[in-house]
Every structure is written in structure tokens, then in C-alpha cells.
């Protein structure tokens, strides 16, 4: 699985967990395998499953929307999921599930190589922050290994809880100042002029 259309085949055909049984097609992924952002959702839904593509079905349309507000479109990113098979009725996840699909993400975060990784509800988010809670640090940037992690609401949340929707344009419209920061860090990094920024700007997020 050196490269992503490997992976994407490896994923087509897995047998590794019982959601190979119910699923009609797993959801490898899509977008930009160059992106600097990677978003994470949990696991494929009735219309992804349907379709073998990520967040195509309502959650999507809105998650369209929110990467319109900071002038992104899908092309631009990369989508991928903890899990790449529906769970059936959209039940959670389960932890065994969870652990022979990690595989696939481990591999996309290393092959896309996101300078940020978004995760978008609680299973993505204790993926890689498993002491969090996403209501205390959404729309909060941590350093993990040398990416951020960046804590968003799943859109689907925002779905069934209106005042949600708000959160979650607030949360998208720091990306574009986390990674211009991000930017800048590297820049001085390699000018070795000066300390990069401590983690403390970040909070002005
Ligand atoms: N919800 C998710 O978590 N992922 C999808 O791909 C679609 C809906
Ligand atoms: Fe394989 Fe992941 Fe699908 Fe399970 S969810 S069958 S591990 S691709």
C-alpha cells in the first residue's frame, strides 16, 4: 500500500472486519493526495455506502458548504473516514472495528502527509486526542507530532442541532489562519532567524 490508488484497491476488497459482511461498497476516500488538510470523518453512511464515496449524502452538502466559506472546494482537500465500511444503521463503530481499519488511515495520514488533520466528531477526534471531549476543544489546534490535529463538531451534529451550524463556521474560518501560521513557522524555520512560534499563539485562534 505504497501509493493511495493501492491503498484505495486494498480497501475495495477488505475482508478484515465483520462490516465487510453488510457493506454494498467501502469508502476508501477522496480528494488531493497532496492536500495539506486531511479531513476525518467517522465511518460511511446509507449514501456513501451506496455510492463508495465520502460525505456525499446531507452531512456532506454541508460540509461542502463550510470549506466554501474559506474558498475550498473538495478537489482541494482530502476526505477520508476511522472506518471505511458502513456500520449497519449507522450504529457506532466498534472498538475491534475500529482497530483492523486503522491500518488504512495510518497509511493515508503518511502517504497525503496533511500539515493539518481535521477531525470532524468524537470518533475521529479520540483517534488521535482519546482524553478529549469535542464540546472542551473544538476549534482548538494541537500539536501532534509535527501536524496539528484540529477538533471540529461532525457536520452531521450540526443536522440534528441547528445552533450547532454556527460552531462549525466559526471552527472552519480559523483553519485558514492556523495554516498561514503554519506557514510562517516553516518560513522562519528555515531562515533559523528567529524561534518559531510557541503554542501559545495558537491560542489566538
Ligand atoms: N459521515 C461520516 O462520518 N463520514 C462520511 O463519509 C459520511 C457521513
Ligand atoms: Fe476492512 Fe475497514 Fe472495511 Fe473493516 S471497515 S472490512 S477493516 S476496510
Not at 2 to 29: H, N
Not at 120 to 141: A, D, M, W
Amino acid at each position: 500500500m505504497d501509493t493511495i490508488k493501492a491503498l484505495e484497491q486494498a480497501v475495495a476488497v477488505c475482508t478484515d472486519c465483520r462490516l465487510c459482511e453488510t457493506r454494498t461498497f467501502s469508502v476508501p476516500g477522496e480528494g488531493s493526495e497532496t492536500s495539506d488538510i486531511l479531513f476525518i470523518g467517522e465511518g460511511p453512511g446509507f449514501h456513501e455506502d451506496q455510492q463508495g464515496r465520502p460525505f456525499v449524502g446531507p452531512s456532506g452538502k454541508l460540509l461542502d458548504d463550510l470549506l466554501g466559506l474559506i474558498g475550498l472546494s473538495r478537489p482541494d482537500v482530502y476526505i477520508a473516514n476511522v472506518v471505511k465500511c458502513r456500520p449497519p444503521n449507522n450504529r457506532d463503530p466498534l472498538p475491534e472495528e475500529i482497530k483492523a481499519c486503522r491500518k488504512y488511515l495510518d497509511q493515508q495520514i503518511r502517504l497525503i502527509d496533511p500539515k493539518v488533520i481535521v477531525t470532524l466528531g468524537r470518533f475521529s477526534l479520540i483517534r488521535f486526542l482519546p482524553q478529549e471531549t469535542i464540546s472542551k476543544v473544538h476549534g482548538q489546534p494541537r500539536l501532534w507530532g509535527h501536524r496539528y490535529i484540529f477538533p471540529m463538531y461532525h457536520p452531521a451534529a450540526a443536522l440534528h442541532q441547528g445552533n450547532l451550524r454556527h460552531v462549525l463556521e466559526e471552527d472552519m474560518r480559523k483553519l485558514p489562519v492556523l495554516l498561514q501560521l503554519i506557514q510562517t513557522e516553516s518560513l522562519a524555520e528555515e531562515n533559523v532567524a528567529e524561534e518559531p512560534p510557541q503554542p501559545e499563539q495558537l491560542t489566538m485562534l
